[in-house]
């Protein structure tokens, strides 16, 4: 009940393109959804998040559309850029008895042809 | 300091052998987190401080791991009699107040036991 499943595993997009990445999770207690981005040899940054109390935040080329209902959650990459190449994070927050935590999905792995 | 500065980058440890990685948040960052990244995984909750109160060691793999903050900011995160499965980035993650939002991750501890 605490996983976020997290889907592709790897993505290739033309530069120009969209990129789409799909979580999906089943603990209703979670309260927040942020997506993180990873280089490699650097830590994961948080790169957009939102609650579950809204369906939509866009920032920039990057866009989470929220299902509650459904407990689905994606990121929207638009106009993709070679400089987006980097593994993607979907994650969840949990707080619970004093304590919190990200649970997070597996990753995606992001290409950008030039 | 400007961003979470984990030490070492690297440690290469023996089977067997005691290991500390430390973690300087960044300065007045209340909460604390050790998160474990296994190589093409998303990263797993280990343990979580708040200011030199540890209140949830819960992800910690076994009694081999122990963190300790105990002025409240810096912290060292010490894995005793290493064994290969400990082999994997340790990420440090700090945040100003109590909540979900605003992680700053370090760029980690790329750990390998031999």
């Known amino acids: 009940q605490q996983q976020v499943k997290q889907s592709p595993q790897s993505l290739i997009v033309q530069k120009g393109g969209i990129s789409i990445i799909n979580c999906a999770y089943e603990?209703?207690?979670?309260?927040?959804f942020p997506w993180y981005q990873q280089f490699p040899g650097k830590g994961p940054a948080l790169l957009i998040a939102?609650?579950?109390?809204?369906s939509e935040k866009k920032e920039g080329r990057f866009t989470i559309s929220f299902n509650k209902s459904a407990k689905q959650f994606s990121l929207h990459i638009m106009d993709s850029q070679p400089g987006d190449s980097a593994t993607y994070f979907c994650?969840?927050?949990?707080?619970?008895?004093?304590?919190?935590?990200?649970?997070f999905g597996k990753g995606t792995k992001l290409t950008v042809n030039p | 300091g400007a961003g979470v500065s984990q030490s070492p980058r690297y440690k290469v440890a023996k089977r067997g052998q005691d290991v500390a990685l430390r973690c300087d948040p960044i300065?007045?960052?209340?909460?604390l987190f050790w998160y474990q990244q296994a190589l093409g995984q998303g990263p797993e909750f280990l343990t979580y401080?708040?200011?030199?109160?540890?209140?949830?060691k819960s992800g910690l793999p076994s009694d081999r791991f122990f963190a300790e903050r105990p002025e409240g900011s810096v912290s060292t995160l010490k894995i005793q009699r290493t064994q290969q499965e400990d082999s994997a980035v340790y990420l440090c993650?700090?945040?100003?107040?109590?909540?979900?939002?605003?992680?700053?991750f370090g760029s980690g501890t790329r750990l390998t036991v031999v």
């Open positions: 993650a700090s945040r100003r107040w109590a909540g979900p939002y605003g992680y700053t």
């Open positions: 603990n209703t207690a979670f309260d927040y």
């Open positions: 939102i609650r579950p109390d809204v």
């Open positions: 994650a969840a927050s949990v707080t619970q008895g004093g304590s919190e935590k990200l649970v």
């Open positions: 300065s007045g960052h209340v909460s």
């Open positions: 401080f708040q200011n030199e109160a540890q209140l949830d």
